[in-house]
């Protein structure tokens, strides 16, 4: 009966050898083996190996030499001092050399994760990435402590479910290199590995150390952010516009919102941005600057009104660069931001007229404190006289400036004028404690151009009554009535001052400036008509003066 080992030996489809026991000789060979080296059995016996073969033609293959000259390649493996050899078809082998050096080239390691045995093979470039020693394999604990935790865990995941749907995948994890520990991120494509069965052996991928590109698009990631952060802070739109296309493409929600378009109307390109948002007035200017900013590849910085799709107007700042894709050539696109300045301007607008507002308002006060100077000393009877009348007359006027300061829209209240001024002399002043003023009118806002002459005559008109008329005794009565008639911008003031239970009245014998106030400076300054009468039972006093027209701008809640 035929040895069963014998007839599997002789009977084997690849080229098989017993060697002798230092390995250096074949013993025995069978026929598939005398087959390939052109060799009959019996002539392989005995033969050196050394004389067999010419040197390696790539890695685990060998340059063997025929009994005829010829030379083969062959893939020779050792097993317990049993030789086999297999014929390798110099195209494939080829073509395996070429693979593995694009590989190489590309910075791809090959593996191969078997999981009957549970070992991970590397090829030279993957061990070198993982900073593991070449030629030994891993196993799942090796490179498991390669990984944190989390890190860990997540692989495992990923692969299960590629596991599961029988796909190929692909992931970056980062991990401690071996040797130095340092911290790399690898990219990770594999594919799992079937039997014909379906059965699940294994998987086999290519890694690569992808550290420093994962760091480049992370830097990245964080300019793009930190920027988003900023041009959010600063309430800026940023925008391309692609000039060949003429089309925009806008990066962020703010451009949106400051053009008040929804995202599904689109954006705006040149010739729509020019022609039917942006105002007449402002279109040469805006056409100018990019024509200017592209001819010496300067920023371009403009400003102009645009309409947004609520059809309200609104004033915008822009800035931009255009960007060439080499020097000397025409830019292909505009890269730039835009602000809503509407507020802004406005706010310095205001300002502006605020200051102008206040150079006049010092002007006309330092003329008046001249004026107040003057008139007292050439009335007063002694320097108490004057000090009296200069320091009652100077409050009168600061007060009537701490109201204007205080409103909102820098006006002074006709009742709270006259109100400040009487209150001393009739209790609260509003209707009279004792009965001896009555105040009567509508709400009247006087703008400051009028409400400082106003205030002026308000006090005068206290102060004489005081002194000579109705509030000189314990029996007078100032009755203070006004209205607004239709007529001009805001309509015309009439106001009305009646004195009643003072001492008997008699006509000044020689204008004082209180009289020059009332008379000039009312008529001067307020436009206003006024006549005066002093009866005997007492002094009264009427005026009509036109309401100036606000300045719009002055309102700080327009």
Known sequence: MRDPHRAAFEDAPVGLAILTPDGAAIRDANACLADLLGYAREALAGTSLATLREGAASEGIEIWRRRDGALLDVRVRVNGGVLAVEAVDADEAVRAEQNRDALTAAGLGEWRWDLGSGRIGLSRRAAQILGHPPGRSLTWPDLRGMFSEGEARRVRRVLRRAFARGRHYTLECRLARGGDGRSIVVGVRGEPVRAPDGTLTG????????TTRVEARDALLGREQRLRVATTLADLGIFEWHMLEDSATWENERMFEIFGRDPAEGTLGKTEFLYEILHPDDRAEVRAAISRALKEDEILRVSGRIRRGDGAWRTIDMAGRFERDA???????????VADVTDRRYAEERRTLLIRELHHRVKNTLATVQ?????TARTASSIEAFYEAFVGRIKSLAHTHSVLTEATWQTADLRALLANELRPYAGDAQGGLDGRVSLEGPTVALPSEIAVPIG???????????????????????DARWSVEPGGPQGVLHFAWRESGGPPVAPPRRQGFGSRLLQRVLSTQVEAEVVTDYAKEGFSLTMRAPLPARDESLNPLA
């Not at 206290?462 to 509030?471: I, Q």
């Open 327 to 337: 020097p000397n050539r025409l830019p292909r696109r505009l890269i730039g931001v």
């Open 456 to 478: 002026m005559a308000i006090h005068e008109l206290t102060t004489n009554a005081a002194k000579y008329g109705a509030l000189s005794n314990r029996t007078g009565h100032v």
């Open 371 to 375: 004026a107040i100077v003057g008139s």
């Open 203 to 210: 998987t086999v991928g290519v890694l690569q150390d992808v």
